[in-house]
């Protein structure tokens, strides 16, 4: 018999076998002034439960140095891992980074900004319980951004309700929870620069929602310009159609490869790292480090 791919949403190798409940992936830009608040408040959301959990937190290169808060945060709460990417990647890329770092039976993810409440997550989960379901969107609702940047993002998610044969909601955005074949899934991208909510649009098993109240950014500013977010949905587009317009399309994805062990120390200042991937990197530079 022929040998059988990886499973890379196994638990890492060389890490324990423990397996929370659940693993939660916040990717972080430019969020220092809320991973404090966001770590107490998803502690504060599953004490009250039997859950058990981990905080990934993916720093995507952060100008502010999110990353020199890591060892204070995880002495604080034992629970949060961090990820560091030392070049600056996107949301979607450094979900995927802290999915590779993910031992839960489940994963949900959620942003760092806390305009999503961490609080949904124990009810999200419950709900994918009693549904059945394998994948759980959040419904925003509320009054969160302007009048026109709502429109353009319902417009956009109105063809990724198309695509997904209306289980997507036109609300509905990464902050989910889902069954560790979820993990999988995504992880199993063709395209090294995805668009996450297109590669959702595309799965066939049982997908379900809550309504969640969004709230409006409390700290800071979007890291998504006009430009960028125009360029992210015709690149959204284009992977739903799977046709080759990418330069990117189905190049070896550097998640795919083997992943490193813990470090236990952050990044130095220049952003160097330790341990890095083996995975073949054009620039040669570390892709990402990790510590506990």
């Known amino acids: 018999m022929p040998p059988q791919p990886a499973d890379r949403s196994a638990p890492p190798p060389g ?22 608040e966001l770590c107490k408040r998803v502690s504060g959301a599953f004490s009250a439960t ?61 942003d760092a900004d806390l305009q999503d409440p ?48 209306g289980r997507i909601p036109v609300d509905a955005g990464l902050f989910l929870v889902g069954d560790r074949c979820i993990a ?40 998504y310009n006009s430009g960028m977010r125009l360029r992210l949905a015709l690149r959204g587009l284009l992977q739903l159609t799977n046709l080759p317009f990418e330069a990117d399309l189905r190049r070896p994805q550097p998640w795919r490869g083997q992943v490193i062990p813990i470090d236990q120390s952050p990044p130095d200042a220049e952003g160097s790292a330790g341990n890095v991937d083996p995975s073949p990197a054009s620039s040669g530079r570390a892709l990402f480090q990790i510590w506990s």
Request: aromatic residues 8%.
């Open 50 to 110: 039997a859950t058990t959990w981990e905080l990934i937190l993916v720093i995507d290169s952060c100008p502010d140095r999110s990353e020199e808060l890591l060892q204070e945060i995880s002495k604080r709460y034992p629970s949060v891992r961090g990820v560091y990417l030392p070049e600056n990647q996107g949301q979607n890329r450094a979900v995927l980074w802290g999915l590779t770092r993910s031992r839960g039976r489940r994963i949900a993810v959620l």
């Open 15 to 36: 890490e324990s076998s423990h397996r929370p409940d659940v693993s939660v992936i916040s990717p972080v830009y430019r969020n220092r002034d809320t991973i404090l």
């Open 118 to 165: 961490p609080e949904a997550l124990p009810e999200m989960l419950a709900t994918l319980d009693q549904t059945g379901a394998q994948l759980m969107f959040a419904r925003r609702t509320g009054q969160w951004t302007s009048a026109g940047r709502s429109c353009t993002s319902r417009l956009f998610k109105a063809i990724l309700w198309g695509a997904s044969g």
């Open 184 to 223: 999988k899934f995504l992880l199993d991208t063709p395209f090294v620069a995805p668009y996450l909510m297109s590669r959702l649009a595309r799965y066939r098993g049982r997908v379900a929602s809550v309504s969640v109240t969004r709230n409006k950014r409390a700290l800071g500013t979007s890291a």
